[in-house]
């Protein structure tokens, strides 16, 4: 199963984007404290829409209950690493964790140094500071996803159906 770890969180807004994609991508959230907000937030659960009841969350005290809990295969995403985050195998047995930092200062260094050959970043402009974190983790959970081969995801469409843009009834509206 694959996992998307928030390491102190704090903008309410990027948290319910990234649950939102969570839902989407069957992916279970994990969120260790501290956090910049409160879950109850207006603006997380308007980001989140009406996708979080179907969420699969859980919340850590520190890091050392997450890690003591969860073994399995960790990535690190940070802008501190030279293997960029396709170079990654996500396709080893095991659960797979991506781990995502505070929005203005990553993941703590000392939780870095002591992961060096998990970390991956995801390349960019080198005049740019930095990506949204809902982008990164979207980056991110979607080339873990396709190496794996969209385990379980739909590859149609389902709401309107599938050949929604062929018929004929739908088309003549435009």
């Known amino acids: 199963m694959n996992h998307i770890v928030l390491i102190h969180p704090a903008i309410p807004q990027n948290t319910g984007n990234i649950m939102r994609t969570c839902v989407a991508t069957n992916t279970h959230l994990h969120i260790i404290k501290p956090m910049g907000f409160s ?13 979080i009841k179907d969420l699969k969350l859980t919340i850590y005290e520190d890091w050392e209950d997450f890690e003591a809990k969860n073994p399995g295969h960790y990535h690190f995403y940070t802008r501190y690493s030279n293997q960029t985050y396709s ?9 797979h964790y991506l ?7 990553g993941i703590p260094h000392d939780i870095l140094r002591a992961h060096l050959e ?3 970043r995801i390349p960019m ?10 982008n990164t983790v979207a980056i991110g959970i979607y080339e873990c996803l396709r190496q794996q081969d969209f385990p379980d995801l739909v590859r149609h469409e389902v709401q309107k159906g599938e ?6 009834s739908d088309t003549k509206r435009y």
Do not use: I, P
């Not at 781990?99 to 200062?105: K, N, Q, R, V, W």
């Not at 402009?125 to 949204?132: G, I, Q």
């Not at 050949?163 to 004929?168: A, K």
């Open 125 to 134: 402009y080198a005049d740019s500071r930095s990506l949204n974190l809902s």
């Open 99 to 105: 781990l995502f930092g505070h929005e203005h200062d």
């Open 118 to 120: 998990e970390c991956v």
């Open 39 to 51: 879950l109850d937030d207006k603006h997380m659960k308007r980001a989140g829409l009406d996708y």
């Open 163 to 168: 050949h929604f843009l062929t018929e004929e």
């Open 87 to 95: 170079e990654a195998n996500y396709t080893e047995e095991g659960d």
